[in-house]
């Protein structure tokens, strides 16, 4: 451009990037998600699409807000949300989250080495990678147990990770760990761990690692340690949250079209007003955890730390009720149908479901946005 | 509550239980495993044995001659003991059929068969585009050459793999002038040419429930449930039966006590807001049990169960999802994992708790969906227009 561009400038181009990255992302899904496809994935060994994954690459959905130097592209937290999005739309089973989180944070608290050495793999989607934060049923108030000491110039690392999103395929994890008095992150290759790596319900992927006292160089310690941990977990949680949209989205609508066409007693059933309200029940649902999710990813990027957990608190709370409301609805309202594996109700429901229970429930979002709500207060 | 002999009797079951079952099987049951079909069948046989395969039966046919209130005790304690589930097709909904409208020769053959658990019976009525509205139903048979002959498809068929018959309803006269004055009851050996079964698999990864073809079966006529064209009314009487089997005390009773085992694993109790839903669901289920014994109260006056048996099927299959939940709560993240070895091997408890709270959807949708007990209730009430 010739001409300096100005602010309302710079935030048509973000809008016009955004809205090309997600036609390119709705064409790829379009070619590579068919719900047929997307079983035929699930039965490789990865467990996922190759496919779907150099897709991603190709349009740069895996370089979003990278470093340049290391292969990255521009773009925001919005951007990734949104194509988290429409991955939870169409039940997707790529690490895609959990690569980005772990990117994310190792470009904002990885040494210049350590950004240089993985960055521009995970940018090209050439490696993945995973944050292995969460430890037996992954409360968020639990008390980290994994633990690393000094050993002479390196490191020893023993602990346990349960149920690492994405984890079946890492090639790297960056590992939180009790140092002494503080929390460290670990960059560990994947062959340094014990993993036992299994589906879970919903057919993603996930581990659980373990760590018997391993050696780690000296330089694998991260530079930033619980402040960029607890963004790294926000934002996973926040992502999560937009995948749950992008779920509860087509849930809705998947269910609205089958009311519509199903018949019984001579009608289509949509026409029983019951079904009609818990149609727009449902409708309401999406419309209540979108506008909040949105607001907690912008509270990701520009909120100070106290904003930002009562901002993603609060969406995981809303988030996580739609979910119920509507994962549990799309199965009533199928009937039978809504249990078979060939077709998508419930999936949805698995899905739906299991978001529930990642990165914090409801119970812990609520209990900790009131604490959080309790400290603010006390300073005014 | 119970009289001190109600709770003598109940102890008496516990007792069975506990020296018949096998433990592995009554974990199995708990642990919402899958039980084998020789294990269901061993446990039918000790019922058997001791004469309780069929309490509610009259004494004639095997039955015990038990009260309303010692059969509900019975079944019950059973449930809460982990006794599997014997099927209710044969037991509970063909058997009674067949007593009232059956013929002598049906009975005959059919009852002891049944009773012993050397038939398996599935229950042909759902279809493709036949669920809650069961009167459309259009699987058809004609009367060729003395026999029936039926060409069409059922779907939904529970147990249909491991069933050896089937009592299906078909429409016999399309011309009826009302759609449920021309369904008939046929007795279908699943054995017989043109009659194949695909499985339907659920996201569970489970084949529990199947598709049923039928393609010129040729049914012999003595295998007709009392007069054409009235398998409408004899199907009401089944689904009632399966109504009354459905409030669910003693597997409620059950399941909070795995919840409280399970939560207390995981500490869970010790965070108020989880433990005021525990609480909540163990309110509930005071609740619904008052309301089960006040209708014992009135069996055992000598009334008929009326419109509260439906209400006690919604309430207690809403219960039953409710702690399913509650079970997936209590053990967070470690929910999850799903499928062999996926478990945390110190977490035995956690690998089936995702699957049993999706399995456990199924209990407001069959048996008559609770929006159509909910429609069923509210014509009872009175309420104009309800469907």
């Known amino acids: 451009m010739a001409t300096q561009p100005g602010p309302g400038a710079a935030a048509h181009d973000d809008a016009e990037i955004r809205a090309l990255l997600r036609r390119s992302l709705e064409t790829a899904l379009a070619r590579h998600y068919g719900f047929e496809q997307r079983r035929d994935a699930h039965a490789t060994p990865a467990g996922h699409s190759a496919a779907a994954w150099a897709a991603y690459a190709e349009i740069g959905l895996l370089a ?11 773009g925001s937290l919005a951007d990734i949300a949104m194509a988290a ?4 739309g169409v039940l997707a089973l790529e690490p895609y989250r959990a690569t980005m989180v772990a990117a994310r944070l190792l470009a904002a608290a990885g040494t210049p080495e350590q950004q240089a050495a993985w960055l521009p793999r995970l940018a090209d989607g050439s490696a993945r990678a995973a944050l292995a934060h969460e430890e037996g049923a992954g409360r968020l108030d639990a008390p980290i147990a994994t633990q690393a000491v000094r050993d002479g110039n390196g490191w020893r690392l023993s602990g346990r990770k349960a149920v690492v999103a994405g984890g079946d395929a890492a090639d790297i994890f960056i590992v939180s760990a009790r140092v002494d008095d503080a929390i460290g992150l670990f960059l560990v290759p994947a062959e340094q761990a014990v993993r036992r790596a299994y589906r879970c319900f919903d057919w993603t992927g996930a581990a659980d690692l373990m760590f018997a006292d391993i050696t780690l160089p000296g330089d694998a310690k991260l530079a930033g340690g619980a402040g960029a941990l607890a963004r790294a977990l926000d934002e996973a949680t926040a992502l999560a949250c937009a995948d749950a949209v992008g779920a509860m989205r087509a849930a809705s609508r998947l269910t609205r079209d089958y009311a519509c066409t199903r018949r019984q007693f001579g009608v289509p059933i949509v026409s ?25 990813i912008a509270a990701c990027e520009t909120a100070d730390d106290p904003a930002r957990i009562r901002a993603v608190s609060a969406a995981k709370v809303k988030a996580d009720e739609s979910a119920r409301y509507i994962g549990q609805q799309c199965v009533q309202i199928h009937g039978g149908m809504g249990l078979t594996q060939e077709y998508p109700a419930a999936h949805f429901f698995a899905r739906l479901g299991l978001f529930e229970r990642a990165w914090g429930d409801s119970d812990e979002h609520l209990q900790r946005f009131a604490s959080a709500l309790s400290s603010r207060e006390s300073l005014d | 509550m119970y009289t001190d002999e109600e709770q003598r009797f109940a102890a008496e079951i ?29 446990w039918h046989r000790a019922l058997h044995r001791r004469g309780w395969a069929a309490p509610h039966w009259p004494v ?14 019975f079944a019950e304690t059973l449930a809460e003991e982990g006794a599997p589930d014997l099927g209710a097709f044969g037991l509970k909904m063909l058997g009674p059929t067949l007593m009232h409208y059956g013929s002598d020769e049906q009975k005959r053959h059919y009852l002891p068969r049944i009773l012993s658990g050397e038939d398996i019976w599935c229950q042909g009525f759902s279809e493709p585009g ?5 009167a459309s139903l259009r699987t058809r048979a004609e009367l060729v050459d003395g026999h029936w002959v039926v060409n069409g498809q059922k779907m939904w068929t529970t147990m249909a793999h491991e069933a050896n018959m089937m009592f299906a309803l078909v429409r016999t006269d399309p011309d009826a002038p009302k759609r449920q004055m021309g369904i008939s009851m046929l007795l279908i050996d699943l054995a017989t040419p043109g009659i194949s079964i695909r499985p339907i698999l659920l996201l569970n990864g489970e084949r529990t429930t199947n598709e049923v073809f039928f393609d010129n079966v040729r049914v012999p006529p003595e295998n007709l449930v009392g007069e054409p064209h009235k398998g409408w009314t004899y199907s009401r009487v089944i689904l009632g039966n399966e109504r009354l089997s459905i409030a669910r005390i003693g597997l409620n009773r059950r399941q909070l006590a795995k919840l409280k085992r399970v939560a207390g694993a995981e500490s869970m109790l010790d965070r108020p807001l989880f433990a005021a839903k525990v609480a909540g669901a163990e309110i509930e289920l005071a609740a619904l049990e008052a309301m089960a014994l006040a209708m014992l ?33 209590a053990t967070g993240r470690q929910a999850a994992p799903f499928g062999a070895d996926a478990a945390d091997p110190e977490r035995p408890w956690a690998g089936a708790l995702f699957k049993s709270h999706f399995d456990t959807r199924v209990v407001t949708i069959y048996g008559g969906s609770n929006e159509i007990q909910r429609n069923i209730i509210a014509k009872s009430l009175g309420l104009t227009g309800a469907r």
């Not at chain 2, 046919?61 to 005790?73: D, F, H, L, N, R």
């Not at chain 2, 036949?130 to 069961?134: K, P, R």
């Not at chain 2, 006056?301 to 409710?322: D, F, H, T, V, W």
Request: glycine residues 10%; hydrophobic residues 45%.
């Open chain 2, 130 to 134: 036949a669920g809650s509205d069961l």
């Open chain 2, 60 to 73: 004639e046919y095997g039955g015990t001659g038990w009260s309303a209130v010692e059969c509900y005790i």
């Open chain 2, 14 to 42: 516990r007792a069975f239980v506990r020296a018949e079952l096998p433990e592995s099987v009554r974990a199995k049951v708990i642990d919402s495993g899958r039980v084998e079909p020789e294990e269901r069948l061993a």
């Open chain 1, 64 to 74: 979003l807000t990278l470093p340049e130097a290391h292969g990255g592209l521009p």
């Open chain 1, 85 to 88: 999005e429409l991955m939870g």
């Open chain 2, 297 to 329: 109260e009135r069996a055992r006056a000598g009334e008929a169960p009326g419109i509260e048996a439906n209400m006690l099927k919604i309430k207690g299959s809403e219960l039953q999802q409710r702690l399913a939940e509650l079970l997936v709560e």
């Open chain 1, 272 to 296: 029983f007003q019951v079904l009609q309200h818990r149609l727009v029940d449902m409708a309401i649902a999406v419309e209540m955890a979108a506008p909040i999710t949105a607001a907690a």
